[in-house]
């Protein structure tokens, strides 16, 4: 189980946001993976690995963790940053996403 | 470059089995590593797994709808397909599928298509 908070973030644009995904049992750093959705669109991978970036990701966005908690970063929230993010872990076995944190303009 | 599209019906009646549909470009499911996942999302809920099939012809399911699940390939047409049997209204959710690159993750998505369980 991957467990997300906070469940809404409330921020302005130019601040920083700290997202954190807390797994029940150890999760190997190669396989944990977030998103970002914004309303009516599909998920668009942001992270994969703990800390690579995506194709297209600006470096304003870094992963970090090992273990049972990992954490997304966005140094300076930019307006198209407000968005709903899923923290995931992939293994060969199965596949967990979290409930998601719903990152919100103040 | 990568791209998917599903495809299926927009309403199905309660107890009926859903068949959704993935047609892909970019990749082919005869290259080793490659695969192809499904996911839903209820409408204004979390993302939740549901499949996977690998180029080896491999299956993975969610645990908890893994009676209701089966996923199979058509490598000729590039298309993989999802049935769920025995739908009921909590089923109602865009169902998307989704590229898993080698190393695991989902780098590319479709569009998603919205099945409404309804008598």
């Known amino acids: 189980v991957l467990t997300q908070s906070p469940g809404t973030l409330s921020l302005s644009p130019g601040e920083r946001a700290s997202l954190s995904c807390r797994a029940s049992?150890?999760?190997?750093?190669?396989?944990l993976a977030w998103y970002q959705q914004k309303p009516g669109q599909a998920p668009r991978l942001v992270i994969y690995?703990?800390?690579n970036r995506a194709t297209g990701i600006p470096d304003r966005f870094s992963g970090s963790g090992s273990g049972t908690d990992f954490t997304l970063t966005i140094s300076r929230l930019e307006p198209e940053d407000f968005a709903v993010y899923y923290c995931?872990?992939?293994?060969?076995?199965?596949?967990?996403f979290g409930q998601g944190t719903r990152l919100e303009i103040k | 470059q990568i791209a998917l599209k599903e495809s299926g019906p927009s309403l199905v009646k309660p107890t009926q089995t859903l068949t959704v549909t993935c047609t892909f470009s970019?990749?082919?499911?005869?290259?080793?590593?490659?695969?192809v996942a499904w996911i839903r999302q209820p409408p204004g809920k979390a993302l939740e797994w549901l499949a996977l099939?690998?180029?080896?012809?491999?299956?993975r399911y969610s645990p908890s709808l893994e009676n209701r699940l089966t996923i199979t390939k058509d490598t000729s047409k590039n298309q993989v397909v999802l049935t769920m049997t025995n739908m009921d209204p909590v089923d109602t959710a865009t169902y998307y599928c989704?590229?898993?690159?080698?190393?695991?993750?989902?780098?590319?998505w479709g569009q998603g298509t919205l099945i409404t369980v309804s008598s």
């Open positions: 995931q872990q992939y293994g060969d076995t199965r596949v967990t």
């Open positions: 690995g703990t800390s």
């Open positions: 049992q150890s999760v190997r750093t190669d396989y």
């Open positions: 989704a590229h898993r690159e080698p190393l695991g993750y989902f780098d590319h």
């Open positions: 970019g990749f082919s499911l005869t290259t080793a590593g490659e695969g």
């Open positions: 099939i690998y180029w080896s012809n491999d299956n």
